[in-house]
């Protein structure tokens, strides 16, 4: 059976200095305490040694970590990857850590994740969700730390939110489906969190008011090109007249329209196919995607700023910030 190796503590830098394990301590918290001589040294045993500074005293002696807690639903979607980016382009700089939390879409996976990243006493929270359980609401309140949602910018927050108009985005991008000639439009719907249910209601609503029959396909499944080009399938044998398609991301509207390039169907000759999001690849890809282009960098950068601007004691932060959306016409309507 191997044996766990010792961790280095400051008694072996002290050993190896030849001084106490104080004066070590008060030269890593403030080098200036101390000769630059004996600086010198401390600095060469930590590197030999191999030192690992335990942050857990300074945790919960000043119930401040200078860590900001972070919870996505997925570590592989790239609207999620941006969004980090965007937060750690502003907390790095200012001397923040992440703690990053993955709770695959699920409720109780992140009232989980709340209680362990409240439990290193993060300085603050970034939540990617606006429905919480009781319990995990509740922990928040106790915690009395800054908190910021992200990603919508419309439906009722513990606090703050930061993102846009899931369900008005939903809508115009169905009109300008509409407007370009597509009658029969189907939405392809996966994961069905709370995002997804605002972009399928405003898709409703567009075509309610059009006076057309909304045609959703839904799944709990994870979104995937090869999930994009199983939906396709499965609309053509239930609903061959279909000439358009929205999807709730550009994962499953690339993999539709890869399926329909393999199957000989003309897009957006024979049916338009629009995605939600604007990744790089539905911009390079031919035909150019048609899509809903959100800003997710940008969304975490101005949710770590006002964390920020909280944590230094700002307090007339707005309530919600709507960054808003574009629509991309592309080449696939």
Not at 63 to 90: C, D, M, Y
Not at 210 to 237: C, D, H, K, N, V
Not at 306 to 313: D, N, S, Y
């Amino acid at each position: 059976m191997a044996v766990k190796k010792k961790r280095p503590t400051l008694q072996d830098i002290a050993d190896q200095v030849g001084v106490t394990k104080m004066t070590v301590s008060r030269c890593l918290r403030d080098p200036s305490q101390v000769s630059e001589a004996l600086q010198a040294k401390i600095a060469a045993a930590v590197e030999v040694l191999g030192y690992i500074p335990n942050r857990a005293p300074d945790i919960l002696s000043n119930a401040k970590s200078n860590a900001i807690g972070v919870l996505v639903p997925s570590l592989t979607n790239q609207v999620f990857a941006e969004v980090i980016r965007g937060i750690e382009s502003v907390t790095a700089p200012a001397g923040y850590q992440t703690m990053l939390a993955h709770y695959g879409y699920s409720p109780e996976l992140e009232e989980q994740s709340i209680a362990s990243l409240l439990s290193y006493n993060v300085d603050a929270m970034i939540l990617s969700e606006s429905v919480h359980t009781e319990r995990a609401r509740k922990m928040l309140h106790t915690a009395a730390i800054p908190v910021i949602e992200i990603m919508d910018s419309v439906s009722p927050s513990i606090e703050q939110a930061v993102g846009f108009d899931n369900l008005a985005a939903g809508q115009a991008m169905t009109e300008a489906m509409l407007q370009r000639g597509c009658r029969k439009i189907a939405y392809f719907a996966a994961r069905m969190d709370e995002r997804t249910r605002l972009k399928m209601a405003g898709y409703r609503q567009a075509m309610e008011t059009a006076g057309i029959a909304p045609l959703t396909i839904q799944t709990e499944e994870a979104s995937s090109f090869t999930l994009g080009a199983r939906l396709l399938g499965q609309m053509l044998a239930q609903h061959p007249d279909v000439d358009g398609i929205f999807c709730t991301n550009d994962d499953l509207a690339i993999g539709a329209v890869f399926e329909c390039q393999r199957r000989g169907i003309a897009v957006p000759g024979k049916i338009a196919i629009a995605g939600f999001h604007g990744h790089d690849i539905s911009q390079t890809m031919l035909p150019r995607l048609a899509t809903v282009v959100t800003p997710r960098e940008q969304i975490g950068k101005v949710a770590a700023e006002q964390l920020l601007a909280r944590l230094k004691g700002q307090t007339d932060w707005p309530a919600r910030i709507d960054l808003g959306y574009q629509i991309e016409l592309g080449e696939s309507l």
